[in-house]
């Protein structure tokens, strides 16, 4: 139909002409409310958004002479990134001698594998960049066990408890009133 036809029906159905498919021969327009639909959009897009989960990337350093207590350390850390559904990427640092030994970095890059099986798995095997040997481990595909902040509690009072004391019985029955602007003066022709 021709256009003019076309918003003529629009005006009478107090609706929007939308141009729904430019390119096609003839254009493809539809009657609709357009404020309606930009807002439909607009909430799909908010929903999808919330939907999609961010994958970190978090780094721990190590040294191939690492004393044990501290590899614990770094893999109760590496645990509880895997647990916030966070990637590792895991880097050993050689210096010096330590370079002509790159079998050593590996052997503790697959015992930290091992040791987190359970949380994750690896992604990328260890490979030596210069003087770096890197690892990256994944978490494995489940919900994510963020942390949520609590809420304090608000005390329940028992079915035997009396009136609520006096300060909290005023608080709950006297309306704060907020004072008026004061009015602008009026302006004077000088």
């Given at each position: 139909?021709?256009?003019?036809?076309?918003?003529?029906?629009?005006?009478?159905?107090?609706?929007?002409?939308?141009?729904?498919?430019?390119?096609?021969?003839?254009?493809?327009?539809?009657?609709?409310?357009?404020?309606?639909?930009?807002?439909e959009?607009?909430?799909?897009a908010?929903?999808?958004?919330?939907?999609?989960?961010?994958?970190?990337?978090?780094?721990?350093?190590?040294?191939?002479?690492?004393?044990?207590h501290?590899?614990?350390?770094?893999?109760?850390h590496?645990?509880?990134?895997?647990?916030?559904?966070?990637?590792?990427?895991?880097?050993?640092?050689f210096?010096?001698?330590?370079?002509?030994?790159?079998?050593?970095?590996?052997?503790?890059?697959?015992?930290?594998?091992?040791?987190?099986?359970?949380?994750?798995f690896?992604?990328?095997?260890?490979?030596q960049?210069?003087?770096?040997?890197?690892?990256?481990?994944?978490?494995?595909?489940?919900?994510?066990?963020?942390k949520?902040?609590?809420?304090?509690?608000?005390?329940?009072?028992?079915?035997?408890?009396?009136?609520?004391?006096?300060?909290?019985?005023?608080?709950?029955?006297?309306?704060?009133?907020?004072?008026?602007?004061?009015?602008?003066?009026?302006?004077?022709?000088?």
């Amino acid at each position: 139909m021709s256009i003019t036809e076309a918003l003529r029906l629009a005006q009478e159905a107090d609706l929007d002409l939308v141009e729904v498919a430019p390119t096609a021969r003839p254009p493809v327009c539809k009657l609709m409310d357009y404020g309606k639909f930009k807002y439909e959009t607009a909430l799909k897009a908010r929903e999808s958004r919330k939907n999609q989960t961010q994958t970190i990337v978090k780094e721990i350093k190590l040294r191939p002479k690492i004393d044990p207590h501290d590899y614990g350390t770094k893999k109760g850390h590496v645990e509880r990134f895997l647990k916030a559904g966070d990637k590792v990427k895991v880097t050993i640092m050689f210096r010096g001698r330590e370079q002509s030994r790159p079998e050593l970095g590996f052997r503790l890059l697959q015992k930290l594998a091992d040791d987190v099986t359970e949380l994750g798995f690896v992604e990328s095997q260890p490979k030596q960049d210069g003087r770096n040997m890197i690892m990256v481990i994944g978490p494995h595909r489940r919900a994510p066990e963020r942390k949520v902040e609590a809420k304090p509690a608000r005390p329940v009072p028992s079915p035997r408890s009396e009136a609520p004391a006096p300060a909290e019985a005023d608080a709950a029955e006297t309306p704060v009133e907020t004072p008026a602007p004061a009015p602008a003066p009026a302006p004077t022709d000088a």
